[in-house]
Protein backbone atom coordinates (compact mmCIF):
# COMPACT_ATOMS: atom_id res chain seq x y z
CA UNK A 1 0.00 0.00 0.00
CA UNK A 2 1.30 3.55 -0.82
CA UNK A 3 2.40 5.83 2.00
CA UNK A 4 0.27 8.26 0.46
CA UNK A 5 -2.92 6.14 0.03
CA UNK A 6 -3.22 5.37 3.70
CA UNK A 7 -3.15 9.02 4.36
CA UNK A 8 -5.82 9.95 2.26
CA UNK A 9 -7.72 6.87 2.86
CA UNK A 10 -7.81 7.70 6.46
CA UNK A 11 -10.09 10.37 6.29
CA UNK A 12 -13.72 9.53 4.56
CA UNK A 13 -13.70 10.44 0.53
CA UNK A 14 -16.12 10.44 -2.04
CA UNK A 15 -15.10 7.72 -3.89
CA UNK A 16 -12.35 5.32 -5.00
CA UNK A 17 -12.11 6.58 -8.06
CA UNK A 18 -11.31 10.12 -6.73
CA UNK A 19 -8.72 9.00 -4.26
CA UNK A 20 -7.26 6.87 -6.56
CA UNK A 21 -6.90 9.72 -8.67
CA UNK A 22 -5.76 12.16 -6.11
CA UNK A 23 -3.09 9.69 -5.35
CA UNK A 24 -1.42 9.34 -8.70
CA UNK A 25 -1.94 13.12 -9.10
CA UNK A 26 0.08 13.61 -6.13
CA UNK A 27 2.60 11.11 -6.90
CA UNK A 28 3.05 12.35 -10.10
CA UNK A 29 3.98 16.12 -8.86
CA UNK A 30 6.23 14.54 -6.76
CA UNK A 31 7.97 12.60 -9.43
CA UNK A 32 8.08 15.91 -11.36
CA UNK A 33 9.41 18.25 -8.44
CA UNK A 34 12.10 15.36 -7.79
CA UNK A 35 13.67 15.61 -11.09
CA UNK A 36 13.25 19.51 -10.69
CA UNK A 37 15.15 19.87 -8.00
CA UNK A 38 17.81 17.33 -9.03
CA UNK A 39 18.00 18.67 -12.42
CA UNK A 40 18.70 22.11 -10.85
CA UNK A 41 21.21 20.34 -8.35
CA UNK A 42 23.21 18.99 -10.91
CA UNK A 43 23.01 22.19 -13.02
CA UNK A 44 24.44 23.94 -10.21
CA UNK A 45 27.04 21.86 -9.55
CA UNK A 46 28.76 21.52 -13.22
CA UNK A 47 28.29 25.27 -12.93
CA UNK A 48 29.58 25.66 -9.66
CA UNK A 49 32.83 23.29 -11.45
CA UNK A 50 33.49 25.16 -14.29
CA UNK A 51 33.30 28.84 -12.20
CA UNK A 52 35.92 27.53 -9.71
CA UNK A 53 38.38 25.76 -12.46
CA UNK A 54 38.05 29.00 -13.98
CA UNK A 55 38.77 31.25 -11.10
CA UNK A 56 41.76 28.52 -10.30
CA UNK A 57 43.28 28.44 -13.53
CA UNK A 58 42.95 32.62 -13.44
CA UNK A 59 45.06 31.91 -9.25
CA UNK A 60 41.72 34.06 -7.93
CA UNK A 61 41.81 33.97 -4.16
CA UNK A 62 39.59 31.99 -2.16
CA UNK A 63 38.55 29.26 -5.00
CA UNK A 64 37.60 26.64 -2.06
CA UNK A 65 35.42 28.46 -0.34
CA UNK A 66 33.61 29.84 -3.40
CA UNK A 67 33.57 26.42 -4.48
CA UNK A 68 32.29 25.18 -1.19
CA UNK A 69 29.83 27.90 -1.27
CA UNK A 70 27.94 26.67 -4.38
CA UNK A 71 28.28 22.93 -3.42
CA UNK A 72 26.56 23.81 -0.43
CA UNK A 73 23.66 25.41 -2.42
CA UNK A 74 23.72 22.23 -4.67
CA UNK A 75 23.67 19.89 -1.64
CA UNK A 76 20.19 22.30 -0.62
CA UNK A 77 17.97 21.08 -3.59
CA UNK A 78 19.25 17.73 -3.47
CA UNK A 79 18.53 17.51 0.13
CA UNK A 80 14.76 19.12 -1.07
CA UNK A 81 14.76 15.99 -3.73
CA UNK A 82 14.68 13.98 -1.10
CA UNK A 83 12.37 15.38 1.10
CA UNK A 84 9.76 15.50 -1.63
CA UNK A 85 10.82 11.38 -2.13
CA UNK A 86 9.32 11.25 1.31
CA UNK A 87 5.82 11.61 -0.51
CA UNK A 88 5.89 8.75 -3.09
CA UNK A 89 7.57 5.87 -0.14
CA UNK A 90 5.63 2.60 -0.46
CA UNK A 91 6.54 1.51 2.65
CA UNK A 92 7.18 2.04 6.40
CA UNK A 93 10.84 1.05 5.48
CA UNK A 94 10.78 3.23 2.74
CA UNK A 95 10.39 6.06 5.02
CA UNK A 96 13.36 5.03 7.42
CA UNK A 97 15.97 4.82 4.37
CA UNK A 98 14.52 8.05 3.23
CA UNK A 99 14.65 9.72 6.59
CA UNK A 100 18.14 8.46 7.08
CA UNK A 101 19.62 9.69 3.75
CA UNK A 102 17.34 13.35 5.01
CA UNK A 103 19.92 13.06 7.85
CA UNK A 104 23.03 12.10 6.41
CA UNK A 105 22.31 14.80 3.45
CA UNK A 106 21.42 17.79 6.54
CA UNK A 107 25.03 16.42 8.34
CA UNK A 108 27.18 17.18 5.16
CA UNK A 109 25.45 20.63 5.22
CA UNK A 110 26.06 21.67 8.61
CA UNK A 111 29.56 20.02 8.49
CA UNK A 112 30.55 22.04 5.24
CA UNK A 113 29.22 25.34 6.52
CA UNK A 114 31.07 25.07 9.54
CA UNK A 115 33.96 24.46 8.10
CA UNK A 116 33.49 27.27 5.84
CA UNK A 117 32.88 29.69 8.59
CA UNK A 118 35.98 28.29 10.09
CA UNK A 119 38.34 29.00 6.94
CA UNK A 120 36.91 32.00 6.36
CA UNK A 121 37.97 32.92 10.05
CA UNK A 122 41.67 31.44 9.10
CA UNK A 123 41.62 33.40 6.22
CA UNK A 124 40.91 36.80 7.56
CA UNK A 125 43.42 36.58 10.16
CA UNK A 126 45.86 36.66 7.44
CA UNK A 127 44.09 39.21 5.67
CA UNK A 128 44.19 42.97 6.07
CA UNK A 129 41.20 44.85 7.29
CA UNK A 130 39.83 46.58 4.55
CA UNK A 131 40.23 42.87 2.20
CA UNK A 132 38.64 40.62 5.68
CA UNK A 133 35.79 42.89 5.25
CA UNK A 134 35.23 41.89 1.32
CA UNK A 135 35.90 38.64 2.07
CA UNK A 136 33.15 37.94 4.55
CA UNK A 137 30.51 40.38 2.80
CA UNK A 138 31.07 38.05 0.09
CA UNK A 139 31.31 34.60 1.60
CA UNK A 140 28.28 35.23 3.88
CA UNK A 141 26.11 37.26 2.01
CA UNK A 142 22.75 35.56 0.35
CA UNK A 143 23.28 33.16 -2.15
CA UNK A 144 24.50 34.78 -5.37
CA UNK A 145 24.78 33.02 -8.14
Request: hydrophobic fraction near 50%; charged fraction near 20%; glycine fraction near 2%.
Amino acid sequence: MNFCAGILNAAPQEGPEQVGLLIQLLELLAYVGIIMFELVAVLLMISACVQALYRFFRRRRHTVLYLRKRMNVSLLFILCSEILRLVTAHSFSEVIVIFCIVLIHAAISILSNWETMRELKLYASILPPEEQEELFRSHTNDIDL
